[in-house]
């Protein structure tokens, strides 16, 4: 249990960290701190004296604490895990989307691929057709478990792939992202703490925000994902309500978690009883030939909570998602009957003609050589234009490419600079409860078609090498 002059240490520590205090910056005084975070001045003087002992901050004479100038290098790498924090992420959220929002901008903060990238105008034959031929009986039947057609597509594909899901456990959702928000509310209650990766995608930190839920940030490497020992240590002293957490292609860093891995986490889960909400909208869009297997392969327990969707794959704004949500299937399905009832009719028919059809395979080969390509070609221009000192991380899936920039690159001033350019970008800022990654973007490489993009890049090149 820590104290409260730890956390504010702790907090003032992941403030220099992520370089929103810098070497030199002058840290509030014990009166101000003591008055603005309603804290005594014992606290204060505490949280100081234990960070002058980390070699974080120094004492000046009659002057107060500045952060170290021989401080080392901040990384983005994993971070020490922390205590459960609070999330109040949406404001700044909501400011950077409202913001990268307009459809003048080059697209590289996006969180979609390009919609030319899908079949529409077989979806919409499809969505026409399929509710001509639908008995209008079904129109009503069909609300409370989904469309049936639909559910049975996906108990297949999950067949297909080994991996033995039965029909009821499937519950279709409004997105990927009702599934997940569903899932949280299924097995947790107001002020618990649910593990999420660091860094994790933003809407992940909004629906723990929503749900009045406490985020514990788990260190998660660009390539292979969550740090298993890190989670054992927090498990062993958090009782975690939940994992939210996305094995293949992690938004934002790419990650990939290899299959052994997958195992273990399963394990120390079940060891735990630790339901886990995978959220796995990219799986279909993996680069190697075979698609990797869900966390949910390993489960034995019924506590995984398998969330998929369509937005990203094949039909964006059809809002198509579903979970295959294990022993709590009914507890999410009551839940969704009470707040949004059903998702549309119309979506799921188009979508179960679709895969019924056949052609699906066909195109995900396509979209997924696409996106291979313009995934090099990202790296490559990054890596091209980029200062000395950047890291990109070429990702085995999806189309989202984390950059590290030099520690000296403020990655929210560099997105309103890009913004004055006409480009947008996801700051690293929005996917951290802690503020971190301050000097890391996500960019997008979905939009394969828009010409715009190469010059986008350099000039995001250009404006890092300004600041850098
Ligand atoms: C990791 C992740 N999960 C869930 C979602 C939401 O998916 P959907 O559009 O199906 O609600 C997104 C969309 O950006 C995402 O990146």
Excluded at 278 to 286: F, I
């Amino acid at each position: 249990m820590t104290t409260r002059y730890e956390r504010y240490a702790d907090e003032i520590a992941e403030l220099i960290r992520s370089q929103a205090l810098r070497a030199g910056d002058r840290l509030p005084s014990v009166r101000q701190a003591s008055a603005s975070r309603g804290i005594s001045p014992s606290t204060v003087f505490e949280a100081y004296y234990l960070l002058e002992a980390r070699g974080l901050i120094e004492a000046r004479a009659r002057s107060g604490y500045y952060v170290k100038a021989t401080m080392a290098t901040p990384s983005w790498a994993p971070t020490m895990p922390r205590d459960a924090t609070e999330v109040a992420i949406s404001d700044l959220v909501f400011q950077v989307l409202g913001s990268s929002g307009r459809p003048d901008l080059v697209p590289l903060g996006s969180a979609f691929p390009s919609p030319a990238l899908f079949p529409l105008a077989t979806l919409a034959r499809h969505l026409g057709q399929g509710m001509r031929a639908l008995p209008p009986e079904r129109l009503v039947q069909d609300l409370a478990p989904g469309n049936d057609d639909l559910r049975r597509q996906i108990v297949r594909r999950y067949g297909i792939d080994g991996i033995p899901v039965a029909p009821d456990e499937i519950v279709m959702t409004n997105g990927a992202m009702e599934a997940l928000g569903l899932c949280l509310q299924a097995v947790t209650e107001p002020g618990d703490v649910v593990a999420v990766e660091s860094p994790t995608f933003y809407a992940a930190l909004q629906a723990l925000e929503r749900l009045k839920l406490r985020a514990l940030e788990v260190p998660t490497d660009a390539r292979d994902g969550v740090d298993l020992d890190a989670l054992a240590g927090l498990l062993a002293r958090h009782r975690v309500k939940a994992c939210w957490f996305m094995p293949s292609f992690q938004n934002p860093l790419g990650a990939l978690m290899p299959q052994a891995k997958r195992q273990a986490l399963i394990d120390l889960l079940a060891r735990h009883e630790v339901p886990l909400i995978e959220d796995d909208v990219y799986a279909e869009l993996h680069a190697d030939a075979r698609k990797p297997l869900p966390a949910k392969a390993f489960d034995r327990a019924g506590l995984v909570m398998h969330c998929g969707s369509f937005s990203k794959c094949l039909a964006p704004g059809y809002r198509v998602g579903w979970v295959a949500a294990g022993r709590f299937a009914q507890r999410v399905e009551r839940l969704r009957l009470m707040s949004s009832l059903s998702p549309a009719l119309p979506s799921q028919q188009a979508v179960a003609v679709y895969l019924a059809e056949g052609g699906y395979d066909r195109h995900l080969r396509r979209l997924r050589r696409r996106l291979a390509d313009s995934r090099r070609a990202m790296a490559a221009a990054v890596r091209q234009h980029f200062p000395v000192g950047t890291r990109v991380h070429e990702p085995q899936g999806g189309y989202l490419v984390w950059v590290e920039l030099p520690p000296s690159v403020d990655a929210l001033e560099l997105h309103r600079r890009a913004l004055v350019q006409g480009i947008s970008v996801a700051p690293g800022p929005l996917f951290s409860p802690t503020a971190g990654f301050a000097h890391c973007i996500r960019l997008n490489h979905g939009h394969v078609d828009d010409p715009r993009i190469d010059g986008a890049v350099q000039t995001l090149g250009a404006l890092a090498h300004a600041m850098a």
